[in-house]
Structures are given as structure tokens and as C-alpha cells.
């Protein structure tokens, strides 16, 4: 460190890169809760908030006393860039006494803004701190109290806020001198002053690791919120709360359609299932096709199923539609497909997908904006029943490729079996000679591996769901000419031969005249409702697709990932529920996106537990 | 059966009235009977052993315990676990006699056997070990069985149970035992220092049972030696820890385990004392100690009140230890502890509790608080802690009495002023008992305080000790198998000789034998200080106007006088160099017979070589010696 002297640090430096580097993990593993968009970390010390006194240097974070120092009129002080978030839960520094200068008149605390800088830390209103030369600490006052020992040269002083009670002890040397205040108010910066020529002390933010271990604290503060949240006293109600429990859990399973699952949770728990047993199928059944791309299907079947349904949700129906011009650009919507020669076999093209956990980002953004980076509940509730009640279809399309109508005739017995439009089942059997190919194997192959992955990968959060989606891609897009003749195997061979509407002139033109009809609707809806930018935009960019000749590698070709296909599910599958007079969400999401909510507000009112009581604690 | 007696202690106490012991054991013990039927035997015989401590001495006079340790030997590990599961039971009472694990030989290594089968067996097994292992024998025992290597794996067992109770064994195994401590230190587990282990188990977030524990071993090793007291898993790990336990926030049995660990750890390093006084207010943190049962308990809740009383005692006399522990060396720190709210007043009143324990406790910190001289002068005296310490000083046992006597001592110095009032309770009896006891400890504090006593003591004071003691007593003492005593009784005999009327009387009667006596210890193999001391009453008897005479009549005491002014050892020529001074001393009356008679036998060469030692003092005595014949 020493050899790194004021301002002779740049950003290329190799050294200050690490230090920044080690910086942030370190407050990324102290304060995961603090979203520092909102309320950022103090990482060194405010060159505007300070008194003249004061000269900073080595990246402002060695402090040093540059006045006369004759009296207390001469004590100078500086605080960090900024307060300390109260998401921390418990906030931790360090000051290393570099040199005790004339008489060791330091002071080490906290302030906040606006308290005079001519002063040492602890003298004023809603300030604090601990002194070096008489050991006292002082809380708004000019007369100290005795708290711990005097400090000197040498020595590593630390102060820790504990925001959950609002208190605050110091160490020295790695040794915790006990609660030095209590009570304090909100929003206070670490600040040290000086009062002597000579002094000077550097800071430690986390730029290095602490002498006192604070995460050993931590980890005791942790174990007691959890402890205090799973002994949470529930009275005489125990049996309601398995009621609604077990409600929840069965709720959930009905929602997203796990007919199988559902049953099976209501026989063993012993409680009823809400909905009827065809409703629940056939939104299984809708759920299925959107997921699979084939959005004209779902269309048509939700028509059949839901008569009215999607007349009065115009902009559902729009969004539907959109949809199903992007698929028919990827050539996966049934409409392109029955014109192409090399269809995939219509069942396994998404194995299991009805099983796909719910992405439950989209559909319920307003109230679970956490919902995206979290594992949903679904991970934590289902994954194992659902594999089971669906192993045999998914393994029955696997293992045996090469007989596909055995294969779909085998699926269509069961209650996931999507099997049910004309033009599909003819799709299957076109794509007989194909599947017979090497790459056949090796997709097949990889599939088993994916459908393990799918059993333990639903806990596993949006990486699962991107391979899936990639997996999705090869296989509907696999059998192409030349990866055959070539024997081109591997994603790469996929890639190449990707074409708009499967290569397929008929296809293309088809698209065509869908996109025309699309934008026929778009004009027929802004002439009812009045413009909406929403859909502008969303035509806008399904249109520019057709602007790049390989629109999977383009600026807007994220569209045709399928995993987009999973909002517009879920927005479907609630329209259809809402329809019914049932609840658009499912209580459990509803439950969790409550509970995280209310962790991000208990930040922004300053309850430090909030630290130790994060959802995803919970989860898994 | 089984059903019948589980959770009734009445139930149990009918069967075993009824004979249904010897009947179980006697099926337990049939090889014939089948597996099913002796496991079963076991599980009510371990049921009968769950309830009262009259239970367990039936089940103990009816041989239980050879009957289980054989059938152990059994292949079933079924069965095996339900007669270990008894065993424990019955070992972990405290009627059980623990000899009882050690009588057969082949035991011990079989139990160790045991312990690889399943955690059941690594839990009692562990169990049994750590509630057997009482003495150092014990710890041999298990230490030459392998118990370290065995045991040390259970550490990071899966289940919490085993590594409970494996931690345990390692805590009473290391207790005052450099050999297994040091033995602990290079143990691994899974690759990881044992050190280590213990901290890892001592985190915040772990049991407070465990991280207690861990702290006990770690405490175990380094006072035998094993971890150095400025390694950083001692002062920056066990010591926090232990100040926590001590904390409010803990039930009262951890919080008294703390104090007593953390005063037995920093007993003996003052550097670890400075830390701790500082570590999260501990000294105004133990003040709290002394608030049970609290007001609030009396009135609220009687099962409180109950469950405080009986751990009041225990409390009291945990922060007592760890305030004498804290205060032993570092003057500030006692400043601190007899600044805490009403600490002298509860010193005082603690010293004259029901409870030996408490007694004792209080008395040990009162000693570590007399050592400094500030509080002597200020507290003690306000406070007139010799009043209740002068109590206990009668019919206490011996352990109260050494300690309380140590404390009398220090009360006792010149500047103390709490030395005239004792003086006037007539203590000089008691401590010339003290003198007389079996215990040499005892015997150094009573002399000791005689000599603190006689230090500057006028004329009444030193009568009265040599009356009270008797010469007879003196001289006993002058031959003490104790060289602390004899030091003692020397540092008496010269602080009853040290001003001149005093000393003439005393020689006048008691001469004879007290140059008898000295003449002895100079002849004897003694260790230089004590010779000082003998050469020192010389000096002071030379400087008597009638007592010198007793030496100048003395050629044999000359002669020693002079042979150990050419001595190797400085401060022994130095001490008979001051003797030959105050004998030629010419103000004195004869001074110049005196002179003659040392001249001729040549002391005066002896002196002029002594001028020219390279030690100034010695050098500068001999001058002023020399001085006296110029004059």
C-alpha cells in the first residue's frame, strides 16, 4: 500500500482494479439485501463533505489534520460519500490510527448530514463517537462518557451499526468493547475528526478485510431473525394454518395447470379441488400450445373452449397474434409448419412443457418485481410430483424416435397429450425419415439429459429455462438437409440452417399475408380503442425480424426465443381463469410477491432485520 | 412393562420393590433367550434408570453394570445400543461410582470399539467417557486407549448429538492435562487443525452449548500450554466468547460457566486480563450477577424465584472468581472493579454468606484487590473489610483460611490503615496459631503476617508477639521444612530486632538461643536469600549497645561473619560487610576495643580488598567501614 502515494492511482492500475475488485465482492457478501441503485454503499470519504482542516489522500481514504490545532476550535472532521443504508442490517468499518500526531485527539464515529465539521464526532445533536485520548464516548454531547480504553498509534478502531436495534459498539484491535449508543436516528455517515497536527488514520470501508470479524456477528444476528421468524408464535390456529397451507400449495398446482399433481396433493391432503377437471385440462391443454410456439392452435382452441374470451380481451387477442407471426418467423406456429416439409414430431418438440415452471416475472411484475432473479415457489413446491406424473410421456417420446405414431398414439392417452389437431399428427408422420438421422440420436440423447436436468433444473431458476430454450431450437429446427448430408452435429449445425419459416416459400408467403392481417387488426383496434404505443411497438419489432436475413442473430431476434413465450402464457392462462371467476394468480405467488415486497419496504423504512429475513433465505 | 413405567417414576420405583431387576438382568444375560426378548430387557432396565437417583442405586446394588458392559460384547448392534443407552444412563448420575467403568481392563478398549458402529453408540459411548473421566488417571486411561484418534472424527459427524457429546470428551480429557493437550494440538480432522475445529464450532450462529464447550477446550489447551495465550484463536475467539456467555442475554448455568472458564483461562496472564477488562464492559457486565433472585422474580413468578435462588449462590461466587482473576496483576483494572457499583459492599457481605463456595470466591477476590496499595489506603478501609475477614478467619475451613489469611497479610502492611484496628481485635493469637498448622501455606501466612506486623511496630506490639509465639515456637519455625517459612520467620526475627532498646531487651533474654539459632542456618545448605537474611539479623544485632557484644565474644561468628564477606555472592558480602560496619561503628561506647580486636583478625585486609569490587554498593560499604578506623 505504501508505495501507492496520493493521486498516483489510475484506473488502469492493475492493483487499484483488484482493491475495487475485492471491494465490491466483499460488500456484495456483507450487505446482499442493500440495492445500492437506491441507497448506495460509503466507499471512502466525501472530499466535499469536510471541513478545510482535513486533507484527503490515497483514493480518500487516509484522512490527515492540517489546521493549527491550538484548541477545540481547530477540530475539523469529514464523513463518508454516503449514509449508511439501513438494508445492511448491521454496518461495519475500520480506522487504522496511522500516527497519533501531537496529542491524539481523534475522534471515531458517526454523523449526520448537515452536522458541523468544525467539531469532533459526538460533540453535536445526531452526532457520536469515541475519542482516543480520554477513551470516552460521546453521544451529542460535549462531556464524554467513560467507555473503553484510550487508542494510539497503531491501533485499528472499529465501529458497527447495528440497524435493527440502533445501537452501535466499537472494537479495538479486533476485540468488541460493548455498546457504546443506543437509539440512534436514521441515515448517519461514518465520519472520524481530528484535532491535532500529525494526525493522520486511514479507513477501511472492506476495501481489506476487517481485524474484527464482523461476519461472525452477523451470522448471530442472522440466526436469531430466522430463529425469531420460524418460532413465530401462531397460537391456537395451528390447524388453520395447514389449512392454508395446504390450500395454497393445492391452489397453485391447479393454476399452472399440474392436473396429475394436484389430484394426487388433494388425495393425500385430503382437501378438495376448487375447479372442475376439464377446465383445469384444458387450459393444461392451451398452456401446452402457447408454450410450444403454436399460438394459432391455442388461439383456435381457446376460441372453441372459451367462446367470448378473447372478443372481450382485444388486446390478449392482439398480443396473441403477435405472437404468432414471431412463431411463424421461426417456423414452429402450425400454420407455417404444415407447409414445411420437415416438421419435428409434435410431441416431443417441448417434452414435459405443461411441466415448465411458470415464469413468474411477467405476469405478475407490479406486485413481484424480485420475482425474475428469485426461484420461484414452484421450484420449491412441485418439482419432483410433476416429473413423476409426466415421466412416461416424456420418456416414451424419447426413447423411441423412430416410431413417432406409436409414440403419439401412446401420449394421446395420456391427460398431457397435446395431440389433438389434424394437421400436427400429419406433421408426425412426415417427420418420420428424418428422425432416423444421426443427429435424431444425438438430440434424443441430449434430451433424455435435458428431461434429468428438468427434474433437478426447475429449482435451478432461468438458467434451466434458457437451456431448454435452446434445446427447443435445435430440435424444431434439427432436421435440415445439410447438417444430414454433412453429418453436421452440435448446436453450430443448428444455427446455420435456421431460415425464416423454415426455409419454405409457401410458409414465407403465408407469414406474409398473416403479417397483413395483423396489421389489418392493429388498425381495426386503433380505430376502436385509440391509439396504443404498446402495440405499435410490439408490431414494430415483430415486423423488423423480417428486415435481417438471419433474424436469430439481429438486434430484435430476441423475440424468438421461446422463453418469451412464457408471459404470454401465463397472461392467457389468467384471462382464462379471470374468465371462470377465479383468481388470476395463484395465493402462493401472490403470498411470496407480498413477502418480498414487504422486505424491500421494510428497507425504505429503515428495518434493518430486513437484512436477515430475505425470502430466498427461505426458499430452497 | 415397558409402557407401564415410562414417565412414572412411582411405577418404576413398584417394580424394582417387586424384584423385577434381577428377573430383567437374568433374562438380559441368557444367551438362550432370544434377541428380541434380551433387547427388550434392556430398553425397561434403561426406562427404570430415567427416574429417580434411588432407582439407579438399586439398579447399581443388583451388579446392572457388569451385566450391560457384557453384554456389549454381543454382535447385535440392536442390542448393543439399548444396553449402551442404559449404560449411559446409569453412568451419568451422579450416585454412580465412575471407578465402576475402570474395574475391568477390557472395557474401555471395547467401548473404544464401539465406537466406529453407529452414531448411537458414538453418542452414549462419548457420553459415558466424558461424565467418567474425573481424575488424571481417568484421562490416562482414555488417553492410552486411543480415546484422542477415536473421537477426534466424531467432531464433524452429521448428527449434532455426537458432535456434542465428542466435544465434551475433548473438554474434560484436556482439562489440566499438558500431556492430552498436547497431544490435541497436532490432531486433524478431514484435514483441518483441531484448533481450528473448536473455532469453527465456537461461531456465533452455532448453539450456545457448543460454542461454550469449544471455548473449554480451547481454554484446557492453552493453560496447559499447548496454544499460546497471544494466538489469535485465544484472544481474538475464546476470550469474546466467554465474555458473551456472560452476558444477561444467557441462561444463568452458561453464564456462570463462562465467568469460571473465562477466570481460569486468563488467571495466570495479565495481558489477557487488560483484554478482557475492556471486551464488552465486562466488569460492569458481572455487577449484574448479584441481582438474584431480582425483586421482580420475588413477586411474579415462583418458579423463577425458585430456579433463581438456587443459581444465586452459584453466581455470586462465578463473578467473584473472575473478579479476582481479572484484578490479579493490573492496578487500573482493580481501580475499575472496586469502582463498580457496590462491589466492596458485596465483597463484604459475600464473605460471610451460608455458602462456603460464595465464602471462599469472595475472599479470593478480596486477596487479588489487597495487593494494590491505593485500595488498601482507600476502599478496604472505608469499606472495614477486616471486620468480616477477621470472622472467617475462625473455625474456616483450610482453603478459606489460606486465602483469607494471605489477604490479612497484605492488610497488615505499615501503610495500611486498616492495621491498627486489627492489631487491637487481638489477631496476634490467632495468627501464632496459623503458625502451627499441618498446612505450610498456612504456617507462611501466619508468619508472615507476624512479620508485616512487627515491621515498625512499637515496643508493646513486638512484646506481645514474641510472648504470644514463644520462643520455643521461633525456633521450631527457624528449622521449618519450608524454605518460605524460614524466609518469613528471618524476615520477623529482623523486623523484631530493628531498632536498638527494642533489640537489647530482646537479646538480653532470648540471645543465647537467637545466635544459636543463626549460627545453625549460616552452617546449614540454605539458599542464598535466607542466608541474607540470617547475615542481616547480624548486622542489626551489631548495631544493639549490649548486643554486640554477643557477637565480639563469638569467634566462630566472626570468622562466618568474615568468610562471607569474601562469599561469591554480592549481596551476602554486602549484608556481613554492614555487620563488621555497625561493630566498629566509633560513636558507639568501646568502639575502639572493637576495632583492635577485627583488625588482628584481619578484617581490616578483608575491607581494603572489598574497596576495590567492581559493585559500587559493596565497594562503598567497605569504604565506609574503613572510614570508621580513620576516624
Known sequence: ?620 | MKNAVIGNNKQKANLIVLGAVPRLLYLLQQTSSSLELRTECAVVLGSLAMGTENNIKSLVDCHIIPALLQGLLCPDLIFIEACLRCLRTVFISPVTPVQLLYTDPTVIPHLMSLLSHSHRTQEYTTQIFSHCCKTPEHQTVLFNHGAIQNIAPLLISPSYKVRMQALKCFSVLAYENTQVSLTLVNVLVDGELLSQVFVRMMQRDQPIEMQLTSAKCLTYMCRAGAIRTDDGCIVLKTLPCLVRMCSKEHLLEERVEGAETLAFLMEPDVELQRIASTTDHLVAMLADYFKYPSSVSAIADIKRLDHDLKHAHELRQAAFKLYASLGSNDEDIRKKITETENMMDRIVSGLSESSIKVRLAAVRCLHSLSRSVQQLRTSFHDHAVWKPLMKLLQNAPDEVLVMASSTLCNLLLEFSPSKEPILESGVVELLCSLTQSESPALRVNGIWALMNMAFQADQKVRVEIVQCLGTEQLFRLLSDPDGNVLMKTLGLLRNLLSTRPHMDQIMSSHGKQIMQAVTLILEAEHSAEIKEQALCILANIADGNTAKELIMTNDDMLQKIKYYMGHSNVKLQLAATFCITNLIWNEDDGSQERQDKLKELGFVDMLHKLSQACDANLSDSAKTAMQQYLA
Open chain 1, 1 to 620: 500500500m505504501a508505495e501507492l502515494g496520493a493521486g498516483s492511482l489510475s484506473l488502469g492500475d492493475p492493483v487499484f482494479n483488484y482493491q475495487e475488485h475485492e471491494l465490491n465482492e466483499r460488500l456484495k457478501r456483507l450487505y446482499p439485501a442493500v440495492n445500492e441503485e437506491e441507497t448506495p454503499l460509503p466507499r471512502s470519504w466525501s472530499p466535499k463533505d469536510k471541513y478545510s482542516y482535513i486533507g484527503l489522500s490515497q483514493s480518500n481514504l487516509r484522512v490527515h489534520y492540517k489546521g493549527h490545532g491550538k484548541n477545540h476550535k481547530d477540530a475539523a472532521s469529514v464523513r463518508a460519500t454516503h449514509p449508511i443504508p439501513a438494508a445492511c442490517g448491521i454496518y461495519y468499518f475500520e480506522v487504522k490510527i496511522v500516527s497519533k500526531g501531537r496529542d491524539g485527539y481523534m475522534g471515531i464515529g458517526l454523523s449526520a448530514q448537515g452536522v458541523n465539521m468544525n467539531r469532533l464526532p459526538g460533540w453535536d445533536k445526531h452526532s457520536y463517537g469515541y475519542h482516543g485520548d480520554d477513551g470516552h464516548s460521546f453521544c451529542s454531547s460535549g462531556t464524554g462518557q467513560p467507555y473503553g480504553p484510550t487508542f494510539t498509534t497503531g491501533d485499528v478502531i472499529g465501529c458497527c451499526v447495528n440497524l435493527i436495534n440502533n445501537t452501535c459498539f466499537y472494537t479495538k484491535n479486533g476485540i468488541s468493547l460493548g455498546v457504546a449508543f443506543t437509539d440512534l436516528p436514521p441515515n448517519l455517515y461514518p465520519t472520524v475528526g481530528l484535532q491535532t497536527p500529525g494526525e493522520i488514520v486511514d479507513a477501511n470501508f472492506g476495501q481489506q478485510p476487517f481485524v474484527f470479524d464482523i461476519e461472525d456477528y452477523m451470522s448471530e444476528w442472522r440466526a436469531k431473525i430466522h430463529g425469531m421468524i420460524a418460532r413465530f408464535p401462531i397460537g391456537e390456529r395451528l390447524g388453520d394454518w395447514q389449512a392454508v397451507l395446504q390450500n395454497m400449495v393445492s391452489s397453485y398446482l391447479v393454476h399452472h395447470g399440474y392436473y396429475a399433481t394436484a389430484t394426487a396433493f388433494a388425495r393425500a391432503t385430503e382437501t378438495m379441488i376448487q375447479e372442475d377437471q376439464t377446465s383445469i385440462k384444458n387450459r393444461q391443454r392451451i398452456q401446452k400450445l402457447v408454450l410450444e410456439g403454436r399460438v394459432g392452435e391455442a388461439i383456435e382452441a381457446t376460441q372453441q373452449l372459451y367462446p367470448g374470451l378473447l372478443e372481450h380481451n382485444p388486446n390478449l387477442l392482439f398480443m396473441l397474434k403477435c405472437r404468432q407471426f414471431v412463431e411463424m418467423v421461426n417456423g414452429t406456429d402450425s400454420e407455417v409448419r404444415c407447409l414445411t416439409i420437415r416438421s419435428p414430431k409434435s410431441q416431443g418438440s417441448y417434452p414435459g412443457s405443461p411441466n415448465l415452471s411458470p415464469h413468474q416475472g411477467a405476469g405478475n411484475s407490479h406486485i413481484h418485481t424480485g420475482g425474475v432473479d428469485s426461484p420461484t415457489c414452484s421450484n420449491g413446491v412441485t418439482p419432483s410430483k410433476k416429473s413423476k406424473s409426466h415421466s412416461s410421456v416424456v420418456s416414451s417420446n424419447m426413447k423411441y424416435p423412430s416410431t413417432s405414431s406409436s409414440a403419439s398414439s401412446s401420449t394421446s392417452s395420456s391427460p398431457s397429450s397435446i395431440n389433438y389437431s389434424e394437421s400436427n399428427s400429419s406433421d408426425s408422420t412426415k417427420s418420420q425419415p428424418h428422425s432416423n438421422n444421426s443427429n435424431q440420436e444425438t438430440s434424443d440423447s441430449e434430451m433424455e439429459i435435458e428431461a434429468e436436468h428438468y427434474t433437478n433444473g426447475v429449482v435451478e431458476g432461468s438458467s434451466t429455462r434458457i437451456m431448454n430454450g435452446t434445446y427447443k431450437h435445435e430440435e424444431i429446427l434439427q432436421p435440415d438437409d445439410n447438417s444430414i448430408g454433412n453429418g453436421v452435429t452440435g448446436e453450430e449445425g443448428y444455427r446455420n440452417g435456421r431460415q425464416l419459416c423454415g426455409g419454405n416459400q409457401a410458409a414465407t408467403e403465408r407469414m406474409i399475408q398473416f403479417g397483413r392481417e395483423l396489421q389489418a387488426l392493429n388498425e381495426k383496434l386503433c380505430r376502436e380503442y385509440g391509439k396504443n404505443t404498446t402495440h405499435k411497438k410490439m408490431l414494430q419489432d415483430a415486423f423488423s425480424l423480417l428486415a435481417y436475413s438471419d433474424p436469430w442473430n439481429c438486434p430484435v431476434g430476441q423475440q424468438l426465443d421461446p422463453t418469451q413465450r412464457e408471459s404470454l402464457c401465463s397472461a392467457l392462462n389468467s384471462a382464462i381463469l379471470e374468465s371462470q371467476n377465479l383468481p388470476k394468480q395463484p395465493p402462493l405467488v401472490l403470498a411470496l410477491g407480498q413477502a418480498t415486497e414487504c422486505v424491500q419496504l421494510m428497507a425504505r423504512v429503515r428495518s434493518g432485520s430486513c437484512s436477515f429475513a430475505r425470502v430466498d433465505n427461505f426458499l430452497l
